[in-house]
C-alpha cells in the first residue's frame, strides 16, 4: 500500500522501471513508458510491462490514482490491469539532451533521433 509520507510528483517526473501497485497495493508490473504531451502538458497514462513474455498494457490517465517518488498507484485491480488494452506506441517523448546550440535537459521526441 502507499505509504501516506510519500511526496507526489508531476506524470512528468515518472520514470521508466518505476514500480506499479493495483487499487489493493498489489505490485502488479513497472512503467515502460510515460504517455503525453510535455508541449501541451496532456497526460495520457503509463505503458506497463506486467509480465516476462507478455505484451505491455496501457493504463489510461483516468485510472491512475497517484504517482509519487516511490510509485505509480491506479484506482484498478490487478485483473484489470491484466486485461487493459495492449500497449501500441504512438508518439513518445522522454527526457534527453534537447537544443541546437545549447544542449539542456528537456524532453525530447523519441521518435527522432
Known amino acids: ?17 518505476m514500480p506499479v501497485h493495483a487499487a489493493d497495493g498489489t505490485a502488479v508490473g513497472r512503467v ?20 516476462e513474455r507478455e505484451p505491455y498494457r496501457m493504463v489510461s490517465w483516468r485510472q491512475v490514482e497517484r504517482m509519487t517518488e516511490r510509485a505509480v498507484y491506479l484506482r484498478i485491480s490487478v485483473v484489470e490491469v491484466e486485461q487493459a488494452p495492449l500497449y501500441q506506441e504512438e508518439h513518445v517523448y522522454q527526457l534527453g539532451i534537447t537544443g541546437f546550440f545549447r544542449h539542456h535537459l528537456g524532453w525530447r521526441d523519441a521518435n527522432r533521433r
Open 1 to 17: 500500500m502507499a505509504d501516506d509520507e510519500e511526496i507526489e510528483i508531476s506524470w512528468r517526473a515518472v520514470r521508466s522501471g
Open 32 to 51: 515502460i513508458h510515460v504517455l503525453g504531451d510535455p508541449e501541451e502538458d496532456i497526460f495520457d497514462g503509463v505503458g506497463v510491462h506486467v509480465r
